[in-house]
């Protein structure tokens, strides 16, 4: 199983460009959520998708623009990137079901490694 | 709001000892989960165990025991007899029980460096 695909894994962007990070999930899981990590803070939520159709801002949502194309994939837009958005972005996804034994656990990508010059 | 705090920056262990991560949470929330996730030098993370806040029983899964304390809102995590390739960040979490769009809530995370 492949579970959580990212892309791309590593990119650099010039002030001002815009780029779009794109997740895709084979576990058939209801949610989907875009994080950045940076040092010492742990992970930060930016939007999530709680289920196919919705979306929402998450802790740290400005600059930033999401897209749940259907079950499978959420994709996350930088329209104008910032120095500050440097980071390390995680997709991951979750099923809904809380009574299952997994439900509700958090499944994470690789992770994208992000530098705006 | 959550609020999830790894007081341990950085731990740094010889190979064969024993090392606990700390982890306090706060949330009025009585119903909740409990994670801990590994992110390895090549920067996965990588799903440990989840503790639902209803189960206190502590666990153990090999080298690794987690031991969970309502009363003291910890849910600590220790590594026995380390091993080179637990070096690693270690990140607890929180998340409340819901049936969609669970959102994790992370601490900052404590760096375990085991020397052999």
Not at chain 2, 9 to 14: A, F, Q
Not at chain 2, 28 to 38: E, I, S
Not at chain 2, 107 to 114: A, M, N, Q, S, Y
Request: charged content about 20%; glycine content about 8%; hydrophobic content about 35%.
């Amino acid at each position: 199983n492949a579970g959580v695909t990212q892309t791309p894994k590593f990119q650099v962007l010039k002030t001002g460009q815009s780029m779009t990070l794109q997740c895709a999930q084979d576990m058939n899981h209801n949610s989907m959520y875009w994080y950045r990590q940076d040092p010492g803070m742990g992970l930060r939520l930016i939007y999530y998708s709680a289920s196919e159709g919705t979306t929402d801002k998450g802790e740290v949502p400005n600059g930033y623009n999401v897209s749940r194309l259907n079950k499978r994939e959420f994709s996350l837009r930088l329209e104008s990137a910032a120095p500050s958005q440097t980071s390390v972005y995680f997709c991951a996804s979750s099923d809904g079901e809380v009574w299952e034994p997994s439900g509700n656990t958090i499944y994470f990508g690789e992770g994208s490694w992000l530098t705006v010059v | 709001a959550q609020k999830v705090t790894q007081a341990q920056t950085e731990i740094s262990v010889v190979e064969k000892e024993d090392v606990t991560l700390d982890c306090v949470y706060e949330t009025r929330d009585t119903t909740y989960y409990l994670f801990w996730y590994k992110q390895p030098p090549s920067g996965e993370l990588v799903f440990l165990i989840r503790r639902n806040s209803f189960d206190e029983q502590n666990e153990i899964s090999g080298r690794y025991s987690w031991n969970f304390q309502k009363s003291t809102s910890s849910f600590n995590f220790t590594i026995t007899a380390s091993q080179v390739v637990d070096s690693a960040v270690y990140f607890c979490a929180l998340s409340l029980i819901k049936a969609a769009g669970n959102k994790l809530t992370f601490g900052g995370g404590t760096r375990v460096l085991v020397k052999p």
